[in-house]
């Protein structure tokens, strides 16, 4: 089914009963935070061994009934990505990069052994759901509707081995900013937990690899850090990714350096997208490996300047200080925002909303 085009899909839409209020929505849009509040409706398509992919609907947002064994309960066949629609200058929507979160969705369908969503039915849907719930938008600044594509196996099945039907769902969330501390940078706590060992799923964007990384997280809101930084599963010294975020560092002589993609970290479509937006600019920016303790001393002698985190949700998030719970901490830079940093970030965001030329062709206007 992975030749199915978008044309041949049609999407029936349902009338939504009893919509959230405009008064209501309009309140909660003032100060929408992230991930907690949602749209009137969401995007729905079945896959079954006999038929494909079929049933794809625009409904209202309600429960799912699941039978209790249902192999996503039991074996954690799912799967999720996670992207935003923009509204750009001149009032209309717009996506950034769908066509990538479609690839990456596919790649981790295929780790885990699920069927592969046509990459312009992904989009489709995507869209979709912006077109029913523009009006969801929220108005606080830098705000966004977030979108989170998923899919999991339904089969009623007590069994190890794929499931033989799925179901695939988008739904939104207005979001206002990631991090709610104010501060002008985040801190990280280095976990002595693995996210990812070679040959697992850490390319993957499933949710097994979310829910194993809690207790660090938790562990590092204890302990009053933003994040938690995960290092390498074999040697335990190599820099990989934060919870949900990629890394970057920058150095004295303009250079910035990134990990790189060995299967064991999630390909980032943001980290990605300002890897070319750095090189656009000329600067040089390596994919390699970056050890802990080096961190430390570049930090330390002023070889490396800025540190920052990057990602759907949270977009470009400076790092001021890291905490090793066996070498104690240290601190980049002044502790702040850097001058690279900010410039990335800036230049990022502008193309997102529209307020600067799109060289790569990355935004998708949807009216």
């Given at each position: 089914m992975a030749t199915l085009a978008a044309s041949q899909i049609n999407f029936t839409h349902q009338p939504h009963p009893s919509p959230?209020?405009?008064?209501?929505?309009?309140?909660?849009?003032?100060?929408?935070?992230?991930?907690?509040l949602f749209s009137d409706h969401m995007v729905s398509i079945e896959w079954s061994e006999d038929?494909?992919?079929?049933?794809?609907?625009?409904?209202?947002?309600?429960?799912?009934?699941?039978?209790?064994?249902?192999?996503?309960?039991?074996?954690?066949?799912?799967?999720?990505?996670?992207?935003?629609?923009?509204?750009?200058?001149?009032?209309?929507?717009?996506?950034?990069?769908?066509h990538a979160n479609a690839a990456r969705f596919n790649a981790s369908a295929r780790r885990l052994a699920m069927p592969e969503l046509p990459e312009d039915v992904f989009v489709e849907a995507c869209r979709q759901l912006v077109a029913a719930?523009?009006?969801?938008?929220?108005?606080?600044?830098?705000?966004?509707?977030?979108?989170?594509?998923?899919?999991?196996?339904?089969?009623?099945?007590?069994g190890v081995r794929p499931a033989k039907s799925y179901k695939f769902l988008v739904i939104a969330s207005p979001a206002g900013n990631y991090f709610k501390s104010g501060a002008p940078a985040v801190s990280l706590w280095v976990s002595d937990?693995?996210?990812?060992?070679?040959?697992?799923?850490?390319?993957?964007k499933c949710g097994g690899n979310y829910a194993a990384s809690l207790v660090p997280t938790?562990?590092?809101?204890?302990?009053?850090?933003?994040?938690?930084?995960?290092?390498?599963?074999?040697?335990?010294?190599?820099?990989?990714?934060?919870?949900?975020?990629?890394?970057?560092f920058v150095f004295d002589d303009g250079s910035i350096l990134t990990p790189a993609l060995t299967g064991t970290i999630l390909p980032g479509i943001t980290r990605e997208s300002l890897i070319a937006l750095a090189r656009d600019?000329?600067?040089?920016?390596?994919?390699?490996?970056?050890?802990?303790?080096?961190?430390?001393?570049?930090?330390?002698?002023?070889?490396?300047?800025?540190?920052?985190?990057?990602?759907?949700?949270?977009?470009?998030?400076?790092?001021?200080?890291?905490?090793?719970?066996?070498?104690?901490?240290?601190?980049?830079?002044?502790?702040?925002p850097g001058q690279t940093t900010g410039k990335l970030k800036d230049r990022l965001v502008a193309i997102q909303r529209g307020a600067a030329p799109d060289p790569h062709g990355w935004v998708m206007r949807l009216d």
């Amino acid at each position: 089914m992975a030749t199915l085009a978008a044309s041949q899909i049609n999407f029936t839409h349902q009338p939504h009963p009893s919509p959230v209020p405009v008064d209501v929505r309009d309140a909660a849009l003032a100060d929408p935070g992230f991930g907690k509040l949602f749209s009137d409706h969401m995007v729905s398509i079945e896959w079954s061994e006999d038929a494909g992919w079929h049933n794809a609907q625009v409904g209202p947002l309600t429960a799912i009934p699941l039978h209790p064994a249902a192999s996503v309960l039991h074996y954690a066949q799912e799967i999720f990505e996670g992207l935003k629609a923009y509204r750009l200058q001149d009032g209309t929507m717009a996506l950034f990069r769908p066509h990538a979160n479609a690839a990456r969705f596919n790649a981790s369908a295929r780790r885990l052994a699920m069927p592969e969503l046509p990459e312009d039915v992904f989009v489709e849907a995507c869209r979709q759901l912006v077109a029913a719930d523009r009006d969801w938008f929220p108005t606080v600044p830098g705000g966004s509707l977030y979108l989170r594509p998923f899919m999991f196996a339904d089969e009623a099945f007590l069994g190890v081995r794929p499931a033989k039907s799925y179901k695939f769902l988008v739904i939104a969330s207005p979001a206002g900013n990631y991090f709610k501390s104010g501060a002008p940078a985040v801190s990280l706590w280095v976990s002595d937990y693995t996210r990812a060992a070679p040959g697992g799923t850490g390319a993957a964007k499933c949710g097994g690899n979310y829910a194993a990384s809690l207790v660090p997280t938790a562990e590092a809101f204890s302990r009053g850090h933003d994040q938690v930084l995960f290092l390498d599963a074999a040697e335990h010294k190599w820099v990989e990714e934060l919870g949900g975020m990629n890394m970057f560092f920058v150095f004295d002589d303009g250079s910035i350096l990134t990990p790189a993609l060995t299967g064991t970290i999630l390909p980032g479509i943001t980290r990605e997208s300002l890897i070319a937006l750095a090189r656009d600019e000329g600067l040089t920016v390596r994919e390699d490996r970056y050890s802990i303790d080096q961190w430390r001393a570049d930090a330390a002698t002023g070889r490396l300047v800025e540190a920052f985190a990057c990602g759907t949700a949270a977009v470009v998030t400076p790092v001021g200080r890291v905490t090793d719970p066996h070498q104690g901490e240290f601190v980049i830079g002044s502790g702040g925002p850097g001058q690279t940093t900010g410039k990335l970030k800036d230049r990022l965001v502008a193309i997102q909303r529209g307020a600067a030329p799109d060289p790569h062709g990355w935004v998708m206007r949807l009216d």
